[in-house]
């Protein structure tokens, strides 16, 4: 709010959309279905004067808000408490949030990360408050190895899955960042506040609710959009049938966004929503962190290294020789007689075979007969 | 060999190349490159006139078991074993086995299971020898949930997770087929002996090796084509990234068969290669009996059950009704006056909408205010 101390007629005009913006989140819902539309309307200033003037009755819902609103207040709290206000067109603004069908009024922001420029190379990594040791594991994975390869992790601070997330980011020394359903000065759940305030040294927490906003139900859903909209790509690692993060792949999907899931056992109610994305084509599997960074980073730069056995003794030999090696074995002697026989070649097919293996060291002649010296592999 | 009893001009014809055939399965490898091009050439009696005599002195690799062959004496033993010998053509040849490049020159077979009839509603599932018990149990149930709905379960008796497959269609009571690298008189691993009895009862044991013949490498993988090619689909359990049974699954795509795989930990070597499928859009991913027979049967007759979370008390509410359920708590009244404010609505709509949730018994009023009465879902 450095803004409020400017007179050019630019910052002027920014104070009056700031106090209108402001004004909105205090007062309106995220999403609600009947306000947004006259924001999207009027805009910020022009719908905050119908609001609070309750034009025409429409907006008894909101009246009795206003009532209780002094925005002066609210700035002064704000700043108060370090946080500090995002509008949309700010350079700190996340150029993501303006493909929302109902962008949030402002972003209240605690913590020194830049979010534009943090969230270009960022990733949300997301799941079940329910979490298995296996789901914690792999979001602990996941953060640590995302954020070590340069991505903001963003998550939502819930027990679970969320937690794992940013705390890997946190043991690898990277940003992360926390998207809270209320407000940024308002830590939930209680016994994730250490937790929060290392976010905020770390990376910053936001949230689109005002200060001393509650956690409400509603309001999770809409987190969700935010921080499916600030990256470019979620992550859920844990998800039940009915789990949030589902809801969170639901606007990442909307927004064109990445959407990978981690798999598990079958047998795992929280790897069952997982498992649904992927059946249903609207996620891709990833195992490790490697192969997100792939889906997620620039082409080319991010490729995971393709997973492969370990490559074996026989598997570069040519038909012949792999033929005889197979037919050897490594305690016993097998005439060349015999092994014209078991492999189903000529005397000169098998004599050559064998001088090919014996040259790589994969066969020697023994007891006048050939064994195998390589390990069978 | 019924057929040789016959003397119509047809079984002449049949008798002139079941000889052929049954002479090219003992003398020549399955998918050798040199002799496979002549026999799709010539056909099975030219290719074979050829080959005992040696033509142009190209057949050199047939010529110790040529010399050895002695046809009266194979079809007399494996009259003895009750192995019966199927040719293309014949009723019982399945039909997929045509659609192979490079086809087996005739199929062995021991027990009574119509192999063309019980193929038609079948699946292969396969996957590692090493698997773990998390494998094995989802093996055995596919096995046994895919047999009870009607399914020929098709693997390769090897230990692991084939052997559970073979076991859940036993255990239901429902044929099964097992595919042998080696000739069917030759239980392999000797371990499975009592299993490929049980088989052999319930199913059919199969090789596309005549009788004697070794379980040598080269013969698994022409093996794993046969299993692809038998079945509508191929469901690979668990994996290592050098699993014989990705070469199955790779036959399976290459033969527009559906591909299916079952996740697991990402932490499990032996589920590598299921999610390399899956992540690599070659398989689908499947967790279980149902829906794996939706991916395999017949379509609108096989549907499998769509996986939902369980339905909660609010789910269907309208929006604002919503809005003040979630703003009640089951423990302490709220007053309709700080209902308007944390739910962002007029009082009129929390009156009207606190009348609707008192009429579904999901709120109630005390101690001057209301009260949340379903549990929060």
């Not at 002064?76 to 493909?99: F, T, Y």
């Not at 994730?192 to 305030?197: A, G, S, V």
């Not at 490729?303 to 074995?329: C, K, M, N, S």
Request: with cysteine; proline share 6%.
């Amino acid at each position: 709010m450095s803004c409020s101390t400017e007179s050019s007629p630019q910052s002027l005009d920014r104070e009056v959309e700031l106090r209108a913006r402001v004004a909105i989140s205090k007062v309106v819902e995220p999403l609600d279905r009947v306000l947004t539309p006259v924001i999207l309307e009027h805009g910020p200033v022009g719908a905050w004067d119908r609001i609070r003037h309750n034009a025409g009755g429409r907006f008894d819902r909101c009246a009795a808000r206003v009532a209780d609103l002094d925005v002066d207040r609210v700035l002064a709290v704000a700043e108060r408490l370090g946080i500090r206000i995002l509008l949309p067109g700010d350079d700190e603004w996340p150029s993501g949030l303006d493909e929302l069908a109902c962008p949030p009024a402002c972003l209240w922001v605690k913590g020194s990360e830049h979010l534009a420029h943090g969230t270009v190379r960022s990733v949300a990594i997301v799941g079940a408050r329910s979490a298995t040791p296996y789901g914690v594991q792999v979001a602990q994975e996941l953060g640590h190895g995302l954020a070590s390869r340069g991505f903001t992790v963003v998550s939502g601070a819930a027990f679970g899955i969320d937690v794992a997330a940013h705390r890997g980011a946190i043991v690898a020394d990277r940003p992360t960042v926390a998207a809270m359903a209320g407000g940024v000065d308002r830590p939930y759940p209680a016994a994730h506040t250490n937790l929060l305030e290392e976010i905020v040294e770390h990376g910053a927490v936001i949230s689109e609710s005002p200060p001393g906003a509650s956690p409400q139900r509603q309001r999770f859903l809409a987190r969700n959009r935010l921080i499916a909209a600030i990256t470019p790509g979620t992550v859920v690692v844990e998800a039940g049938l009915r789990s949030g993060s589902l809801n969170t792949a639901r606007h990442a999907e909307a927004l064109c966004r990445v959407v990978a899931a981690v798999p598990g056992s079958v047998y795992s109610p929280t790897s069952a929503g997982c498992h649904a994305l992927v059946r249903d084509g609207r996620a891709v599997l990833v195992t490790d962190a490697a192969e997100c960074a792939e889906l997620l980073g620039e082409i080319g730069a991010d490729l995971a290294p393709v997973q492969r056995g370990e490559v074996r003794v026989r598997d570069d030999l040519p038909e012949i020789p792999r033929r005889i090696f197979d037919a050897l074995t490594v305690h016993q002697s097998t005439s060349v007689d015999r092994l014209t026989r078991s492999a189903g070649l000529s005397a000169s097919e098998v004599l050559r075979g064998l001088g090919h293996l014996q040259l790589r060291g994969m066969a020697e002649r023994k007891d006048n007969g050939w064994r195998r010296q390589a390990p069978d592999g």
